[in-house]
């Protein structure tokens, strides 16, 4: 299974609006609506941010939003915040019962 | 809340296997899934493989024939072994719940097991000869 397309870097200044682009195939991202978005911090666990392309859990600002069209899943992040500077990675399941995840994508707040 | 421990040897000789403990705490065990997920030193995440609650395995099929996973119900325990490990597998290891989606239509539910929602705080494991 290859991993899913990310960006490798996206920047924007506070208070701005950045998306993160995820591209995978028929066989994972296009194929259900069953994407997972993570933050992770220098040296820290990732932290799921969306579920199922755009269900946020308990507690993650709403300012986090995804979307999908096709083989290609997004991650939206409005009001961009110093704190929001961090690795992004996407995952989705697949048709062979698996799970894979993207790349990476590292924000930087400007 | 459910916490996730997890204990291992973190440095290893080519062609040694890597053993790995995770212990579940504060939540139900058999009712999930449990996954293994590493993240090599400046790179991105990847899937290693899961153990269902039906007792079957699913694995990453770049590591399939290296790798094992297991649970200990008595303790709430998943454990990983990977064998005849090389530098490759430097990485940051980390366990993970996933959480459960449910799909239902015509009358059929499934559900998928994917998005981790909950993380241990990972096991430095690096392979030096």
């Known amino acids: 299974q290859s991993a899913l397309t990310q960006p490798a870097s996206v920047s924007g200044s506070p208070g701005q609006s950045i998306t993160i682009s995820c591209t995978g195939t028929?066989?994972?991202?296009?194929?259900?609506?069953?994407v997972s978005w993570y933050q992770q911090h220098p040296g820290k666990a990732p932290k799921l941010m969306i579920y199922?392309?755009?269900s946020r859990p308990l507690g993650v600002s709403n300012r986090f939003s995804g979307s999908k069209s096709g083989n290609t899943a997004s991650l939206t992040i409005s009001g961009l915040q110093a704190e929001d500077e961090a690795d992004y990675y996407c995952?989705?399941?697949?048709?062979?019962?698996?799970?894979?995840f993207g790349g990476g994508t590292k924000v930087t707040v400007l | 809340q459910v916490q996730l421990q997890q204990w291992g040897a973190g440095l290893l000789t080519p062609s040694e296997t890597l053993s790995l403990t995770c212990a579940v705490y504060?939540?139900?065990?058999?009712?999930?899934?449990w996954s293994w997920i590493r993240q090599p030193p400046g790179k991105g995440l990847e899937w290693v493989g899961e153990?269902?609650?039906?007792?079957?395995?699913n694995y990453n099929p770049s590591l399939k024939s290296r790798v094992t996973i297991s649970v200990d119900t008595s303790n709430n325990q998943v454990s990983l072994n990977l064998r005849s490990v090389t530098a490759a597998d430097t990485a940051v290891y980390y366990c993970?719940?996933?959480?459960?989606?449910?799909?239902?239509?015509?009358?059929?539910?499934?559900?998928?097991?994917?998005?981790?929602?909950?993380w241990g705080k990972g096991t430095t494991v690096t392979v030096s000869s």
């Open positions: 504060g939540g139900s065990f058999s009712s999930y899934y």
């Open positions: 993970a719940r996933p959480g459960v989606t449910r799909y239902c239509s015509n009358g059929v539910c499934l559900k998928y097991y994917y998005y981790m929602d909950v």
């Open positions: 199922d392309v755009s």
């Open positions: 028929s066989s994972d991202v296009g194929a259900y609506n069953y």
């Open positions: 153990f269902t609650q039906s007792g079957n395995t």
């Open positions: 995952s989705s399941y697949t048709s062979s019962s698996h799970v894979v």
